[in-house]
């Protein structure tokens, strides 16, 4: 099965930093989603974005649906400690069902 | 509340013994999945339930199997499980096709 390309795998930044990390695929989603999963709990959904081109803010955060169809970034302003996770990317593939895929993650933590 | 719910959160086996992992959903969500963790890997979806006796596979599904006999519930049984089945796993469930996925808490298997 087909996986996301996600980057970086990890940050390990100071608080009040800005953050970004993205995900990029070969081939077109319809839908992508961004989780965050914090020690000993399932995913919880952050930011969906069904439109390419899209642009949606969830306070802190920041998430754009790629033009192309086939990639998407998530943004986080002004790090806290609360940030820490990991982070992950899925896209849902107009393809196959519409099944969700999902990126390695990428794991930050973040210095106060 | 609504929720997605798993049990056991935590379970230690041998090779071999039998297991079943319930997953139940209070939602009425038709669609419900099986994903294992691994890390470097991201989430991997095992099986998938579209609705009651509709099941199929998804890109792990060798050593599982799965039953879907009530809309809530979405059993995963490992017949004879072996050390590389060892994973975090996590149950999710959904409305439709193109929306919001709610997972569960988790399930830590180690399989000796």
């Known amino acids: 099965g087909q996986q996301l390309n996600q980057s970086p795998q990890s940050m390990f930044i100071q608080e009040g930093e800005d953050v970004s990390m993205n995900c990029t695929s070969s081939s077109i989603f319809n839908t992508w989603l961004w989780y965050k999963q914090e020690p000993g709990e399932g995913p919880v959904l952050l930011i969906a974005?069904?439109?390419?081109?899209e642009l949606t803010s969830n306070g802190r955060l920041t998430a754009q649906f790629g033009i192309t169809r086939k990639d998407s970034f998530l943004n986080i302003s002004a790090s806290i400690p609360s940030d820490v996770g990991i982070y992950f990317c899925?896209?849902?593939?107009?393809?196959?069902?519409?099944?969700?895929?999902f990126g390695a993650g990428t794991i930050l933590r973040v210095k106060s | 509340e609504a929720q997605v719910t798993q049990n056991p959160r935590y379970l230690i086996t041998v090779t071999g013994k039998k297991l079943t992992v319930t997953c139940s959903q209070n939602?009425?969500?038709?669609?419900m999945s099986w994903y294992r963790q691994d890390p470097g890997l991201g989430l991997r979806q095992i099986y998938y339930s579209m609705n009651v006796e509709v099941t199929d596979k998804g890109d792990v599904p060798e050593g599982y199997k799965v039953s879907r006999k009530e809309k809530r519930n979405f059993p995963l049984i490992l017949e004879s499980p072996s050390p590389n089945q060892t994973s975090l796993y996590f149950c999710a469930s959904r409305w439709g096709e193109g929306n919001e996925q709610f997972f569960g808490p988790g399930t830590r298997l180690t399989v000796l």
């Open positions: 899925a896209g849902q593939e107009m393809e196959y069902g519409n099944k969700l895929v």
């Open positions: 939602m009425n969500h038709e669609y």
């Open positions: 974005l069904y439109k390419a081109g």
